[in-house]
């Protein structure tokens, strides 16, 4: 084998087992709220949220990853939903990686249902029903059995007949999610916790015709709040951290709002904070900026690695941004009485 192709098929190798070990995540996970728990579905100001996030990581070496995904939620009212609020909406995202084209697609439908248990506290369950499906092109991949000693022949087979069984796969999944959002009155002060599990049904994955494995589930314990410091800033602070199967991912983050117009309906606000990823070892701090603008949030991010994969990324981890909009209905005008004389 030609050695200087070593290291390149090394990192594609690493590359491929991370993508299909690991779910879609997010630097900022925190505007990513259907990646993390289905019960923050109608957790927002509004009525109506729309919510795009993308990620391009690792775009200098050879298994670079590019994620987007998009969510629609909106809370629906009606006077038969004695015990709460109910919240409806759509989820989809899409991850490829690789010399592969390693891919994960997912479209799910999620809900939740929100109960107020006190002034200021509030309890919501929430469920997520889709499909995923995994695939990958190996046309494009070099394999030991195809040099001849002297160079590489695409003519030569690969060795690898079981990459010709299953190159595409779906799955049904299923993810459940609680939630306690705390609200103090006539301040910013709040906090969320959750807690969630994905892929609860334990879906079969099988690229091979003759095996099959349980995907693991996902367990997410979600934190954040704000504490109001001054009219016009306020601190926030967020925390994640995921276990799937023996493997466990730690996202914290702290950050400064300032508020150019703290005023709720006409809210001007800007955020700088800085997010870190670890696992067993360091593996990326993240600075954020956030625009806030009425109903409006554009977020961005980059990842600096940290961890020994920085000699191939030098430093150089992911760009990131998310895009949130927010609507609210216009209530119908109360009828007066038209006197006559």
Known sequence: MNRKLLP?????????????????????????????????????????????????????????????????????????????ELSVGGHFHYDVAGDSRLYNTQLSGIASLA???????????????????????????????????????QDLASGELALNANDNVAYADMNVG?????????????????VAMYHFNAPKVNFYN???????????????????????????????????GPEREFLVGLAGRFFINPHLSKETSVEVGINHRFFEFADAWSPTIELNH?????????????????????????FELAFIYRTARIPDPKPKDCKIF
């Not at 925190?30 to 949220?49: H, M």
Request: aromatic share 14%; with cysteine; proline share 2%.
């Open 210 to 244: 003759n095996e099959s494995e349980n995907l693991d589930a996902r367990v997410n314990l979600f934190i954040n709040g704000a504490i109001q410091v001054h009219r016009k800033f306020d601190i926030r602070a967020r925390t994640l951290v995921q276990q799937k």
């Open 294 to 318: 009425n109903a409006m949030t554009i977020g961005l991010s980059y990842d600096l690695n940290v961890s020994e994969f920085n000699i191939a990324t030098q430093n150089r981890g992911a």
């Open 115 to 153: 109960k107020t248990i006190t002034a200021k506290d509030r309890l919501s369950i929430g469920l997520g029903v889709g499909i995923t499906f995994l695939g990958f092109d190996y046309t494009d991949l070099r394999f030991n059995s195809q040099f001849d000693g002297e160079v590489f022949s």
């Open 178 to 194: 609680l939630n306690w959002h705390h609200k103090v009155k006539k301040s910013r002060n709040y906090f969320n916790v959750g």
């Open 8 to 84: 390149c098929i090394l990192l594609f190798l690493c590359g491929s087992i991370l993508s299909y070990a690991q779910d879609v995540h997010f630097s900022q996970f925190y505007n990513a709220p259907a990646n993390i728990n289905p019960a923050l579905t109608g957790s927002f100001v509004g009525d109506t949220r729309y919510a795009a996030n993308f990620r391009n990581q690792w775009r200098k070496v050879p298994v670079n990853y590019l994620t987007f995904a998009g969510t629609y939620d909106t809370k629906l009212k009606s006077n038969l939903l004695k015990f709460g």
